[in-house]
Structures are given as structure tokens and as C-alpha cells.
Nanobody, 115 residues
Framework: QVQLVESGGGLVEPGGSLRLSCATS????????MGWYRQAPGNQRELVAT???????NYADSVKGRFTISRDNAKNTIYLQMNSLKPEDTAVYYC?????????WGQGTQVTVSS
């Protein structure tokens, strides 16, 4: 059963923008926090950005000033607006939620930054 549904990945040139979306159920969306992680080939999964139920955000140093995480309470959806993309941002991006005493993960969406 898919709990987190991601969309918005793709191929973009350096300097370009993409917006990722992650939709879920009300009960999961109302949990402690949601966020985005990414994993590049050969690397460990790393935090990109998180947003708490109260709207407090946290970003990896490597994306500060370029990425923005937000949540739409009416749609039970979070977004990751990614601007000024760099080749090193290339990875599979995973949506994450902490709710009902456990972590939930999406299936991942590929982001490729290349000319």
C-alpha cells in the first residue's frame, strides 16, 4: 500500500529548476514532520530538507538558499522547490514522513542535472 506518492522529478540543465511533490493521507500528514532525502549512486541517503507539523523548516547546508520546502495543509502535500540546480544535486529523491510512531518512505523520484 503506497502511503507517500511523489512526483516532479526529471532531467534539467544546470541552473534550472524543478518542483517535487509528495502527497499522502491526512493522518500521516498530521504527524510530527515530513521531509525530503536524496541518494546518489555510491552514496548514503542524506537529508535535504524537513518541515515540522508546526511549519519549522531545516535544510542541509548544501541546499540552503536554493531549495525551499513547503506544505499545503488543504492538499496533504509537501513540496520541494529546487532552484539553481547543480550536477551534484543529481540523485533519487525520497519523501519521508514521521507519524504514528514510525517512518514512512516514498518510492523515490529521479532528479538528473546535466547539460
Amino acid at each position: 500500500q503506497v502511503q507517500l506518492v511523489e512526483s516532479g522529478g526529471g532531467l534539467v540543465e544546470p541552473g534550472g529548476s524543478l518542483r517535487l511533490s509528495c502527497a499522502t493521507s491526512r493522518i500521516i500528514f498530521s504527524g510530527d514532520a515530513m521531509g525530503w532525502y536524496r541518494q546518489a549512486p555510491g552514496n548514503q541517503r542524506e537529508l535535504v530538507a524537513t518541515v515540522t507539523n508546526g511549519g519549522r523548516t531545516n535544510y542541509a547546508d548544501s541546499v540552503k538558499g536554493r531549495f525551499t520546502i513547503s506544505r499545503d495543509n488543504a492538499k496533504n502535500t509537501i513540496y520541494l522547490q529546487m532552484n539553481s540546480l547543480k550536477p551534484e544535486d543529481t540523485a533519487v529523491y525520497y519523501c519521508n514522513a514521521r507519524a504514528i510512531g514510525r517512518a514512512y518512505w516514498g518510492q523515490g523520484t529521479q532528479v538528473t542535472v546535466s547539460s
